[in-house]
């Protein structure tokens, strides 16, 4: 590890000047500090080669930003030539912001921006000759593009810009390159707020004064031109009846004209047109070239329609400013002015207009922002370490089938919590460190009394929600640090849900909930309110809650939990930890989250390196698509989903179980080999991470090498918080309300946690095997700790226990269904007829295609579903690892035109854990059955399709017919008889055939070996047995077949009866 620390700091430039070097990284190689700037450049990696070694090696093909790199050298020289060309109100404002001895120095991305675009509006021709900037055709005007990384000042950009258009119009009104109307257009009325500052009647209190962009004396020039801001959702036609604002979910087209929708947003301009637009985070707003029904574009499809349709509506509403009033021209500043998924061009390719760049890479090199620190190795010895992507390590290494559900986003939330508990500890413990060491310097007079912020973005609202329960204590096992609990009234962990995140970007604020968030997100990090005093709509707010209004709701806020991502704009400081639970499929949504994360606490020290520690954002810098020869076509793909509602009456439902619960009801015992020994692996699971600084400007090919020091990341500071008497009392807890909940427990809570507290000491002392610098401690998170549940849960019982399971349902997810089904596929499929879905896929040549055939003809079928995607599994342990079965079929079954319940139905050929799965099918139905809230269920399976129509047959019968009994009793009521009947010289009961096997149906029989001592009259003890058996059956309704022998033919015979029941055969106690 020392010579990991040997290497040079990645801070090499100066945030005024341009920059003067950059780090050039190629790995295994230490990193070269090369001189000049790094030229404007792009790699993309083309999708589907995204896992393991081949997305180490492939980093991409690189992509020259050639308009870029040809205006930076222009410019630079037109810079160098004292800016010839420009007017006497420009030459002024330039020579203002390049002073050297301003108290306010602008940075150098800032001024070359601003200067970028006067350039293109005003730098004598010959220095602009031959240069083109791409259309956004079909539209009327001209856009160019700013490439700032947050954090890098955009506000101050926007600033000067508007100085400079409206000075040079007042100084001579003939002049239409320049506008004295400047409209701006933000995503939010987070930044629409924040933008304010951006009108010249603020005077003393406006952005050009505060940040000195113009100078006193030209203060009064500037107050003749109007700033207009307004977030994008003003620019949609609104309904002439609505009454209160405009909100997200209501715009009807047509129901304004174009010209009452212009006045209305320039409303105070008169008729003023020919305007300047300053569009901010300009990467929403761009025009749909088609609509993309790619199964790529599905992965997000709530937050794409919701980008397609901020993109239309903002596009629009420019569009028809441009009609009205005329648009000069367009200034779109973004950190990733990229189109997004579902734009109808290749997401993540750049604006075309893109005419400057300093990206986060250069922010990072200047000092500009904070340093995110991503996973480089672990202890897994992957190429690609598990929490770089952590989503993708979950959900395509660790979650079932079932688990993963449908696409429609039924990934079981608490699934993927299973496995984020061990990376969100381990952050949350260096959080922690951080916490303290901030407390320590707050108590100095070093710092402000704030917190530092730990942040997860999660996928949707119900993960939001388990995540959250989580962090705050009340899940299953305790949180990941003690200080993100709320309590004693104060609120340390808030949950921002996609609700919440949408009534943040309106403004319209549909529950005092989300106006109370609004202002604890507004107000993270700082220790009194902006403007000394609380806004007056919160003091309306917080007359109901009885809370001190003087206090910033966000100061003490120490964790948030984020559906999706959290609003642009946001400007904490003090975020210093980020975990992402969610597909990032582009590079835009890497840069906005590790984006809320970027700005730095302090800035008159930039040589200062600060870092923000992010794990489960994979930031590629892979923007632009490559286009070289032909490319191989693809396969072709088909769309299955439900058809809804056409179809809706062949919907089939199913319960989700996640396991079984035995029923206590004496002294709980502990069937201690049947509890799997529990490995703590750190190559399954890694407990070690090295990150480092994102430095590289080739794809994600991140470097240990360098520059900057990586960080060893364990759960040392997170194992500090814990005992291990802390881990048996949680584990016995867990076991102790996992078998209180069954209603059939007769044990009360005081004297069965004691006991469970026992088997928990036992258990982490006899099986817990703790490997590398693993832990008995590190038990308590998942998913050691749902495993050691799991394992123990199944092997305690008692006495007494009832031999009857029940089934244990998934909480959050609920009952499954066809509905969710949408997935794509490019496998070969069949229309239906009787299917809620529109094909059924074949993953074979013949044999399911044979069955689904007798599925669309067979009289007893009401529906049928083939279970791809559609997230049915059935629970089985296998070799001491747990699994899960997916039969092939779910059908929903009558007799006699009657509905009488559902069947599973597997269509298997050679499987070598057919017997394992049958097992387990057998149990699931039986529990469920028992259970009985699910309706009826049977279980087929054949071994031929041909005999699919007479499966079909019997379990429409069994379904119709339900036994009135349950075997295992009649065969009790059996034994106890015939022990009564034959005394000492019945020497055993032996179960044989298909209900030892576990493979039989509803109707077969149960099949019995009488071992008596000796059986002289095989005919006559025949009749005496089975004397018992009938009787049994006419009051069970169950056939009970026994057969006597003596002990002598049941251990010697090779009679192929014998020899099955030998082996196969389970004593009747």
């Known amino acids: 590890m020392s010579q990991l620390h040997e290497v040079l700091e990645p801070i090499i430039c100066d945030a005024y000047q341009e920059p003067t070097h950059h780090w050039v990284i190629e790995r295994g190689r230490p990193p070269v500090k090369a001189e000049g700037r790094r030229e404007a450049c792009y790699y993309y990696r083309p999708p589907g080669r995204s896992t393991g070694a081949e997305q180490a090696d492939e980093i991409g093909t690189r992509f020259t930003l050639g308009l870029v790199n040809e205006v930076r050298k222009r410019v630079d020289a037109w810079r160098r030539a004292g800016y010839p060309g420009v007017t006497g109100a420009t030459g002024e404002l330039l020579a203002y912001w390049n002073r050297s001895d301003r108290e306010r120095r602008l940075f150098f991305c800032q001024r070359e921006a601003i200067e970028t675009v006067i350039f293109l509006v005003e730098a004598r021709e010959d220095f602009r000759q031959g240069l083109v900037v791409p259309r956004d055709e079909p539209g009327l005007f001209a856009r160019y593009a700013c490439k700032m990384a947050t954090g890098t000042g955009k506000t101050a950009v926007m600033a000067g810009l508007a100085a400079w258009s409206i000075l040079n119009k007042v100084a001579d009104r003939g002049d239409r390159r320049f506008s004295d109307l400047v409209l701006v257009v933000c995503p939010n009325v987070t930044i629409r707020d924040r933008l304010e500052e951006l009108g010249p009647e603020r005077g003393e209190g406006s952005v050009y004064r505060i940040r000195d962009i113009v100078p006193p004396h030209l203060m009064s020039d ?59 985070e300009a990467h929403h707003a761009y025009r749909i070239r088609r609509v993309d029904d790619s199964p790529e574009a599905d992965e997000d499809d709530e937050l794409a329609e919701a980008d397609r349709r901020e993109a239309t509506v903002w596009i629009e509403g420019l569009d028809r400013i441009q009609r009205a009033r005329g648009i000069n021209f367009c200034v779109d500043l973004s950190a990733t002015p990229f189109y997004l998924l579902r734009s109808g061009t290749d997401p993540g390719r750049p604006f075309p207009w893109v005419v400057s760049d300093f990206g986060l890479i250069d922010a990072i090199e200047s000092g500009l922002v904070k340093i995110p620190q991503l996973p480089v190795q672990d202890t897994t010895g992957a190429e690609i370490p598990a929490y770089f992507n952590v989503w993708k390590w979950i ?41 303290l060491e901030w407390e320590r310097e707050a108590a100095e007079g070093r710092r402000p009394p704030v917190p530092p912020v730990f942040i997860v973005v999660c996928r949707d609202t119900r993960l939001a929600k388990v995540v959250h329960e989580w962090m705050t204590g009340q899940g299953e096992t305790p949180p990941p640090v003690e200080e993100f609990r709320n309590r004693d009234g104060r609120e340390h962990t808030v949950r921002v849900d996609s609700r919440v995140v949408e009534d943040l970007a309106t403004g319209v604020a549909k529950s005092d909930e989300s106006r109370r ?244 000491r036992q258990f982490l002392r006899e099986r817990v095997q703790p490997l590398g610098h693993r832990d008995r401690r590190d038990v308590l998170l998942n998913p050691y700790f749902s495993d050691a549940v799991e394992g123990l849960g199944g092997a305690v019982g008692s006495d007494g226990a009832d031999s009857h399971e029940v089934p244990r349902y998934e909480a959050s997810r609920g009952a499954g269904s066809t ?82 319940g559902t069947l599973i139905l597997e269509t298997k050929g050679y499987d070598p854990l057919k017997h394992a799965k049958i097992s387990a099918a057998q149990r699931w139905v039986e529990a469920v059955n028992a259970e009985g809230s699910h309706g009826r269920w049977t279980y087929r399976i054949v071994s031929d399709p041909t005999i699919t129509p007479a499966a079909l047959a019997s379990a429409a019968r069994e379904l119709a017919n339900p036994p009135r009994t349950d075997w295992r009793a009649a065969l009790g009521e059996l034994a106890a008889a015939l022990r009564s009947l034959y005394g000492e010289r019945l020497r055993d009961l032996v179960l044989y055939g298909s209900r030892a096997r576990g493979d039989a149906g509803w109707d077969s029989d149960v099949d019995v070996l009488v071992v008596l001592d000796r059986c002289e009259d095989f005919w006559a003890e025949f009749d005496r047995i089975n004397d018992v058996a009938g009787a049994l059956f006419l009051e069970h309704g169950v056939l009970l077949s026994a057969l006597p022998t003596d002990t002598d033919e049941f251990s010697h015979s090779t009679k192929p009866l014998f020899v099955n029941a030998r082996r196969d055969g389970k004593p009747v106690a």
């Open 395 to 435: 959900v395509e290494q660790k979650l079932t089938a079932g688990e993963r559900g449908g696409r429609r986003g039924q990934v079981k939330p608490e699934a993927v919590l299973r496995w984020a508990q061990q990376p969100i500890a381990q952050l949350a413990g260096l959080w922690r460190q951080t916490f």
């Open 819 to 900: 509905r969710e089904v949408d997935s794509w596929t490019s496998k070969p499929v069949r229309e239906t007829q009787r299917s809620h879905l529109n094909f059924v896929v074949a993953d074979t040549e013949k044999w399911e295609q044979t069955a689904a055939f007798y599925l669309e003809t067979d009289p007893h079928v009401i529906a049928y579903v083939k279970n791809v995607n559609l997230g049915f599994a059935i629970p089985y342990g296998h070799g001491g690892v747990t699994r899960e079965y997916l039969p092939d079929f779910l059908v929903r079954v009558q007799e006699d035109g009657r509905e009488v």
């Open 517 to 760: 968030l609004r202002f604890v997100l507004a107000t993270i990090g700082k220790t009194a309110w902006p403007g000394g005093a609380p806004p007056e709509e919160y003091l309306d707010l917080v007359e109901k809650m009885r809370v001190d209004a003087s206090i910033p709701p966000g100061r003490d806020v120490r964790c948030i939990v984020s559906v999706a991502m959290l609003t642009e704009g946001w400007d904490a400081t003090t975020v210093t930890h980020i975990v992402g639970l969610r597909p990032f499929e582009s590079q835009l949504l890497c840069e906005q989250v590790i984006g809320r994360g970027l700005r730095r606490s302090q800035y008159h020290d930039l040589t200062v390196e600060e870092v923000a520690k992010v794990y489960g954002v994979p930031f590629e810098l892979i923007p632009l698509k490559a286009t070289p020869g032909t490319p191989t076509p693809p396969p072709r793909v088909h769309h299955v989903y439900a058809l809804s509602p056409e179809r809706d009456h062949l919907e089939i439902r199913f319960p989700r179980v996640e396991g079984y619960t035995q029923r206590i009801s004496a002294q709980v015992q502990v069937a201690w080999d049947r509890v799997p020994p529990l490995a703590l692996d750190p190559t399954k699971v890694p407990d070690e991470t090295l990150v480092q600084a994102l430095m590289t400007d080739r794809g994600s090919e991140l470097s240990l090498l360098g520059p900057g020091k990586p960080a060893h990341v364990t759960l040392d500071a997170w194992r500090e918080t814990k005992r291990l008497q802390e881990v048996e009392f949680e584990l016995a807890r867990a076991l102790t309300r996992r078998h209180v909940g069954d209603p059939a427990c007769n044990v009360p809570v005081q004297a069965l946690f004691p006991q469970m507290l026992g088997v928990a």
């Open 222 to 280: 500037l107050r003749k031109g109007h700033v207009i801001v307004t977030n994008w959702h003003v620019l949609a036609p609104q309904d002439l009846n609505q009454v209160g604002g405009v909100g997200a979910k209501v715009v009807k087209r047509g129901q304004e004209s174009d010209t009452a929708v212009v006045a209305r947003i320039l409303k105070g301009a008169g008729n003023k047109g020919n305007v300047l637009v300053l569009n901010d």
